[in-house]
């Protein structure tokens, strides 16, 4: 190994690592490139509903969760799949194959849980969430055909490689699935 490399992975005592000053982009290592972007282009992550594409909030925590634990409630639409506790928080999960009346066939549905704590909400996805980046050339002028609630809480519609994506408000749109039940 030669020194340079071997002083480059050198272990850091905790007393070290506690004092450093990290200023490294989120996972990049030291010597690594950032990638390039063209202006005007961002990286966000994204999941599927069936043919919708939706960004996630990139001001949000989410994450993917595989349990099947929920806690279905008398009395409520089929799409509210129902409560689900993530860490101890009762979170809503909902069903948007189910409320867009979307055929999910042999797929095993995932769990998301964007957010955290009391403003947290669940909703099934098709698959693993995916790094996406898109530019103001993959913006759309018009709104394709969709769910007039999707479009209601667009704020843009792109179209990156034949699927359409949706940047949407998820709190107004949660919001108004509250008020639909």
């Given at each position: 190994?030669?020194?340079?490399?071997?002083?480059?992975?050198?272990?850091?005592?905790?007393?070290?690592?506690?004092?450093?000053?990290?200023?490294?982009?989120?996972?990049?290592?030291?010597?690594?490139?950032?990638?390039?972007?063209?202006?005007?282009?961002?990286?966000?992550?994204?999941?599927?509903?069936?043919?919708?594409?939706?960004?996630?909030?990139?001001?949000?925590?989410?994450?993917?969760?595989?349990?099947?634990?929920?806690?279905?409630?008398?009395?409520?639409s089929t799409w509210f799949s129902g409560i689900t506790s993530v860490r101890g928080n009762m979170v809503p999960l909902f069903d948007l194959h189910e409320l867009?009346?979307?055929?999910?066939?042999?797929?095993?549905?995932?769990?998301?849980?964007?957010?955290?704590?009391?403003?947290?909400?669940?909703?099934?996805?098709?698959?693993?969430?995916?790094?996406?980046?898109?530019?103001?050339?993959?913006?759309?002028?018009?709104?394709?055909?969709?769910?007039?609630?999707?479009?209601?809480?667009?704020?843009?519609?792109?179209?990156?490689?034949?699927?359409?994506?949706?940047?949407?408000?998820?709190?107004?749109?949660?919001?108004?699935?509250?008020?639909?039940?």
């Amino acid at each position: 190994m030669s020194t340079a490399l071997a002083e480059s992975t050198r272990l850091m005592l905790p007393s070290e690592a506690l004092k450093r000053k990290f200023d490294l982009p989120h996972g990049l290592l030291p010597g690594q490139a950032e990638p390039q972007q063209d202006a005007g282009q961002f990286t966000t992550h994204a999941v599927r509903i069936g043919n919708i594409g939706l960004l996630l909030p990139s001001d949000e925590i989410s994450e993917l969760i595989e349990h099947d634990t929920v806690c279905r409630l008398p009395n409520t639409s089929t799409w509210f799949s129902g409560i689900t506790s993530v860490r101890g928080n009762m979170v809503p999960l909902f069903d948007l194959h189910e409320l867009f009346d979307i055929d999910y066939g042999q797929l095993k549905r995932r769990m998301i849980v964007v957010g955290e704590n009391e403003t947290a909400v669940a909703f099934w996805v098709d698959d693993f969430p995916q790094i996406v980046t898109l530019g103001s050339d993959d913006s759309m002028a018009s709104t394709p055909p969709i769910p007039s609630l999707i479009k209601d809480h667009s704020r843009q519609v792109y179209l990156k490689e034949g699927q359409i994506w949706f940047d949407w408000n998820i709190e107004t749109f949660v919001t108004t699935l509250g008020e639909m039940l």
